[in-house]
């Protein structure tokens, strides 16, 4: 006996809903993959990295003009602040020159406005400065000896970072001799003659120092361009001992007991 086959009704696809179906679902996973990763880019941007430029010369040679760093802003909430630190901070007042509006085209904002939140852009760094931590609260720091080097605590350190002109010796453009006060900062520029740092604030009302709260965090790497990519140290063998000691404490210690 044959069995007759019956031949698929062509005016029929099966198959249709289910591309269809699938179709969608790659679109939802692919909106949903995106939007995780921007949040991912927000959150990263708002509490752990950030992105700025470098629009002056006044950190050369260590940062040159329009350098990219990435800044950690774990620094100084969970992370302290150590001497020879390069440090992004609001202006404390006075230090950056005035600015003109600049008019922009609403689209061009909007999507700088969108780099910017997501990390990809840096359109705030002339809002913010970066210079090295040389003193931190209670530091005496003092400019210069005879050979023309800072001071802290009465310890010459040796900046290997600085650039100073032909000519110059000191390794500032003016004398100072201050004491860092509690919760504030003393900031330089490696290239110290072309610096608007402290040494060169104190005639303002901060008298050259930076709360420490306006700090954004430390930057650590040169990410752009490619050629300059490099970490960004604080040097520790040229602020090594230059802590002041601790007076010794005549308090019995507690909760000690023989060793057995």
Known sequence: MMTQIEAPDEGHDEGAPSRS???????RDILVIFLIALLASVLIKTFLIRSFYIPSTSMEQTLLVN?????????????PIKHGDVVVFRDPGGWLYPRAETEQNPLIASLDWVMSAIGLSASDSDDHLIKRVIG????RVTCCTPLGELTINGVPIKEPYIVI??????????PFDVTVPPDSLWVMGDNRYNSKDSSRNQDLPGKGFVPVDHV?????????????????GNYPDVFRGVEPEQPASNAPVTGAGPLG
Do not use: E, H, K, Y
């Not at 179906?21 to 679109?27: S, T, Y």
């Not at 931190?136 to 530091?139: A, E, K, M, Q, V």
């Not at 954004?216 to 361009?225: D, E, L, Q, Y």
């Open 67 to 79: 350098d990219r760093i990435i800044v950690n802003q774990l620094v100084p909430s969970l992370v």
């Open 21 to 27: 179906r699938n179709v969608r679902l790659f679109i």
């Open 165 to 174: 002109g032909p000519g110059d010796t000191d390794a500032a453009t003016l």
């Open 136 to 139: 931190l609260p209670g530091d």
């Open 216 to 232: 954004v965090g430390r930057a650590f790497v040169i990410s752009w361009p490619v050629d300059r990519w490099s970490w960004l």
